[in-house]
């Protein structure tokens, strides 16, 4: 085991789910044609004024109470100035001094050990335009100039991978939920910085920053490779330099980007065409109010249901399932929570659909849940049926009645095909009732087998093994 311990900051931009953009009425949209959602405001124009979309700062002070942190009631804006081809204007508006929260933690539970990782702030600002590289040129997209971010910094509080994706996998749910950002990292709409440093003694080592990861499963993998990195530049007496790297998640290293030779000096100062942002304290109590129900709330109704905790976990990864399952408050949830992650999400997967784009309608859902637990329809009959419940505007009992799909419920009928099928295979049931389990699984094909498979499985089992057991 090694000798060195890791300490990790992580740095993370959230794009903010608002219509327009942080200082331009341009709209806030994912997968345009380049350069469509963009105006000379976002452009640089000379002589052009910012004036301040009041939903990102909205969005942003949910952030901030979902991440536990203070809120600023009085802040202003910044300008970050630096010469790159993706800032049209030289400089970046952003909040230096004045961050909209701060002093926050989000709280992660490693094997049954909790951790409060410390977020030092959250400041607003805007994002700068997409660089499209080739080998000759650099090309650029405007529409993301001016997007509302949430800059997420914690405290070098993280110590392992683990907790810097637990933390990660977290901080996703807590903003997503919130209905904060969309968070899909894929899109650039979540995307995580890790500050690397090791070290032998209690003062930090020399501080590497591994930039833009695409996953978060990544970060845990480029924290890792990282210190290795670093623990065998170390071993052979060579001296560390302040870097700035990237992830190759090809060949699973981070590669040089740039050395830090001299701090960066981007010269900030207040923003002189945005005035003063003053909060009330109505205002915050106004959007916290107004804060959706939280993935943490979920959990805990589905488990209480008899959702299994990694089934729970399954519904909040996926949230447009999850927002299916709360529109129905009478329905029996855990048989709900099996169809949705079963049969139905690999229909979705294959057919990469929303649940909300299927024919899936409210009633249909509670009415197949229904014959589920009464044993109307089986899982078998549902594999038989899905395209059509899933594709067409038809209620179950029609379809049923179309498909022929007519089950046995009635429970003395059962029973009549399982004593004759117990008569017949007196063998099997003398196995059985001598300890051999794997008897009952023939018995019970058998039982299908003469029903056509019209009897619900699991009251067919419970029937067989009760009868079975009157014979002991």
Known sequence: MSDYKKTIGIEVHVELKTKEKLFSPSSNLYGNLANTNCNIIDLGYPGVLPVLNHEAVSLAIRAASVLNCKIRTKMHFDRKNYFYPDNPKNFQITEERTPIGYDGYVEIDDDGVKKKIEILEMHIEEDTCKSIHSKERTLLDFNRAGVPLVEIVTKPCIHTSKEATLYLE??????????????????????????VSISKTEELGTKVEVKNIGSITNVGLAIEYEGKRQEELLEASEKLREETRRYDAKLNKTILMRVKETGNDYRYFPEPDIPYVILSQEEIEKVQS?????????????????????????????????????????????????????????????????????????NK????????????????????????????????????????????????????????????????????????????????????????????????????????????
Not at 175 to 188: F, N, W
Not at 293 to 308: C, F, M, P, Q
């Open 170 to 195: 977290k901080l996703r749910e807590l903003l997503l939920y919130a209905e904060v950002s969309d968070c899909k990292i894929e899109e650039g709409s979540m995307r995580c910085d890790a500050n």
């Open 290 to 362: 107004e804060i959706p129900v939280l993935a943490d709330v979920r959990r805990e109704k589905y488990l209480k249901s008899g959702i299994s905790l990694l089934n729970a976990n399954k519904l909040i990864a996926n949230k447009d399932l999850s927002d299916y399952l709360e529109e129905f408050k009478d329905i029996n949830l855990k048989t709900a929570s099996n169809l949705l992650l079963g049969d139905i999400s690999a229909y979705l997967n294959k057919k990469e659909l929303s649940i909300f784009e299927s024919k899936l309608d409210k």
């Open 365 to 472: 859902f509670s009415d197949l849940v229904k014959k589920l637990d009464d044993g109307v329809i089986s899982n078998k009959n549902f594999k038989d049926i899905i395209v059509d419940v899933m594709e067409r505007e038809i209620d179950l009992d029609s379809l049923l009645k179309e498909k022929g799909i007519e089950n046995v419920v009635d429970n003395n009928l059962v029973l009549e095909i399982i004593n004759k099928v117990i008569n017949e295979n007196e063998k099997v049931v003398g196995d059985y009732l001598g300890g051999n389990e794997r008897s009952l699984k023939f018995l019970m094909g058998q039982v299908m087998k003469e029903s056509k498979g019209s009897v619900n499985p699991k009251i067919a089992n419970d029937l067989l093994i009760k009868t079975l057991d009157e014979r002991k």
